[in-house]
């Protein structure tokens, strides 16, 4: 079963659409952000996603990055200083988030939550989105057509807040 992951290392993002903002999430998704799997690698499904799901993982990454930020923040405000910094959380993992003080644990649980309803509302599961992520690793090409999706949304939310 796939796994999903908040991140336990978070680049500073300046979160106002902008270029900066896309080229910060697409690094974040093709390596920092975690999606695990105890299925061999040849075993994973490699489809190529049609462009109506890009448009759907970008839109997910785009509205999911405000909210990981202030999670991941607000998580490590509960972590004692003695203990370090926050513990790679994988939301399907029960031990990862069992390991987190009570007040941390809530926030993941929380996150997790609305990650994956984000997900399922825009028409991806969690399966597919992570085969997306999985995709995207090893696809230059893909990795382009998002970064070029995240500046189109952002652009026509900028247009829209005109």
């Known amino acids: 079963m796939k796994k999903l992951s908040l991140l336990s290392y978070f680049h500073q993002i300046r979160y106002k659409p902008s270029l900066l903002t896309a080229v910060t999430i697409i690094s974040l998704v093709c390596t920092t952000l975690v999606f695990n799997s105890k299925v061999e690698a040849q075993n994973r499904s490699r489809n190529v996603p049609s462009r109506e799901e890009l448009k759907n993982y ?5 509205k999911m990055e405000p909210l990981r930020q ?7 405000k509960t972590i004692p200083s003695n203990r370090g910094s926050v513990p790679k959380i994988v939301c399907n993992d029960k031990n990862s988030i069992n390991g987190l003080p009570n007040q941390a644990r809530g926030i993941a649980v929380d996150f997790c939550r609305n990650y994956q ?3 399922n509302d825009n028409d991806l599961g969690i399966d597919r989105f992570n085969e ?4 995207l690793q090893d696809n230059a ?3 382009d057509d998002i970064y070029e ?4 949304i952002q652009n026509d939310q900028d247009d829209d807040s005109e």
């Open 117 to 119: 309803q984000l997900v």
């Open 132 to 135: 997306i992520t999985d995709t």
């Open 70 to 76: 202030r999670a991941f923040d607000r998580i490590k």
């Open 149 to 152: 999706m995240l500046i189109d």
């Open 58 to 62: 970008a839109e997910v990454l785009l």
């Open 141 to 143: 090409d893909l990795k």
